[in-house]
């Protein structure tokens, strides 16, 4: 019950003293579900406040925490922030556990996180030498092989996990949804991935941490000559730092490299290659924090936060002709104070303010009208106040009030592609978002094996910003006045014995335009793929060392694809995405054995979409129908 996490703070802290809804998902509970797409973007279906859509398997999953929209989720890795398509990256053998902290965190995260934080942390390896290899073979031609390693050597520790996946995928002609989206072929994909974290003790009270992660995706997309080629790096150096009992310091540096090409052909009945698009994405972020224990109850942290992105775009025609260039870059300069003041031992209340200052510069579009348009600024301070008391140890209340902000980005302000992919149409005069939120929970342990948590929550965002596709299929930007989104989070834990455990939550959270001077038509109507009702169960049979059995109930109700809540296209088509109940399954036989260095022997069967249920978590296409997949693995 007295679990401790580094999201909500930036430092360790127990989760009895955090004022705010926050979700652990270890690494053992991730490994015991069956992830499809082999990324954390599955295990993050079952959170109560999240919605989780993807295009397909080669694609990241785009996160939506409370209605905010997926624009409003920060991804963290080890505390490091990057953007929502490293999800996809990491291995999941090499995860130690995901935080997931709901509501605005700008106060310590900055731009972007106006529906929360989900933090990926990784291992760092444990006692001695462990491995492991195994491989499995699925529906769709699909198979997959991984290995890790990880252990301690004196003061050196690591962990190290890669996987190879390769796939035929769906067949796209027989879940196209929209039959004027023609697809003749399956979207197939061969991707791996590579991660390595090391630490080195370098006294009792200071450690240095390094992280390499790389990840390969080569995907088709239901045509010829619509697909890609990514390349994803990620590495960072960190250090960690105690003087005495009173100062804590952390320091940080990473660096982010993408290399992406994407094929497109000239659309509807025509195959033939059009264009590629080839992108370079740069990311440095760099901070410093140093915490103080001042006494009377106060930790006092400050800190200082860099980032500089550099956007590289080139477009080409088959024959290698320069189409259109697209460069722009984007500087943050940030600090931060946060208090945590504990006067009594059952009272923690915790205060933070954070200033970002938010720069685009070197612009170049060549196919804007203004092919380099000037620079832009936007700054913002981000506060947030939030009070925990424990009335028991096994009893919490906590309320807290933050305010969250999203600049608009280079590309929603001045991309005018016409040609490759969908047609879009930029907005200059675009203005940043601001997000206020409130929220009131209370968490209740009853005896060590049932608990219950229920969370009530309203957000309302000043100048929302809407990035889809209008009943044209033009991708548009715009500011729609004020969105709201408000409702509750119920989560229930029970263990009645020691082999079965049940998980249920359940999330009521309506989502809609509350102001629109532009077009007061659409108020009331609700926000993009924001369902209002959501509902998960899970039962886990477990006979330590012998057999794991566990099934999972996904619910969610209907979800607009846009904010004129079209429903159907002008010949019949359905635009909207109806509820969907789907039903998961995992088996896990454990042999243990002592064999030439091996521990244990692992077979696992796993079926996604038990009953074959037709449902959608992308508005074009359906989610694949039953699937299959068979695993073994070898532990030493």
Known sequence: M???????????????????????????????????????????????????????????????????????????????????????AIPPENIERVEIVRGPASALYGANASGGVINIITKEGGKGINGSVGGGYGTFNTWRVNATSDGTIDKFHYAFAGYKDKSDGTNIVENNVLPSVTMIEDCSYDKWAASLTAAYDVNEKGKLSFLFNFFQD???????????????????????????????????????????????????????????????????????????????????????????????????????????????????????????WKPIAKLAVTAGLRYDNWRNYDNTFTSYVDEHPGDRTDDNWSPKIGVKYNFTDSLGLWANYAVGFNPPTPEQLYDDRTSGGNPREPNPDLKPETTRSWELGVENWFMDNLSAKVVGFYNYTDDKIISWFNDENVWINKNIGRSKSYGVEIDLFYQPTENWIINANYTWNPAEIDENPSDPGQEGNELPFSPENKANLSVTYRMPRNFELSTFLRYLSKQQTNDANTEYTSSGEARYMPSSFVVDFKGVKHFPVNWNGIKNIDLALSVDNVFNANYRTFYIYEDPGTTFFGEVKFFF
């Open 218 to 340: 080569e995907y088709t997309r239901g045509r010829p000559n619509v697909g890609g080629d990514w390349d994803r790096y990620f590495t960072s150096l960190v250090y960690d730092q105690a003087f005495g009992d009173i100062f804590l310091f952390k320091g940080y540096v990473g660096f982010r490299y993408d290399d992406l090409l994407h094929k497109y052909d000239y659309g509807n009945q025509n195959y033939d290659l059009k264009q590629t698009r080839d992108t370079d994405y740069r990311e440095i972020p760099l901070e410093l924090q140093l915490t103080a224990r001042l006494g009377w109850g106060n930790d006092l942290t400050g800190g200082f936060f860099y980032d500089y992105q550099d956007t590289d775009q080139d477009y080409h025609n088959p024959g290698g002709s320069l189409i259109n260039h697209t460069r722009y870059k984007v500087r943050t300069l940030a600090g931060y104070l946060q208090n945590v």
């Open 2 to 88: 007295d679990e401790m996490v580094v999201t909500a703070t930036n430092y360790e802290t127990s989760i009895k003293n955090v004022p705010s809804n926050v979700t652990v998902i270890s690494g053992e509970e991730i490994r015991a579900q069956f992830l499809p797409d082999n990324d954390i973007g599955d295990a993050l279906r079952n959170i109560s406040g999240l919605t989780v859509r993807r295009a397909y398997a080669p694609f990241p999953a785009y996160i939506n925490i409370r209605g905010v929209g997926s624009n409003g989720t920060v991804v963290l890795v080890n505390n490091i922030p990057t953007n929502w398509e490293i999800t996809q």
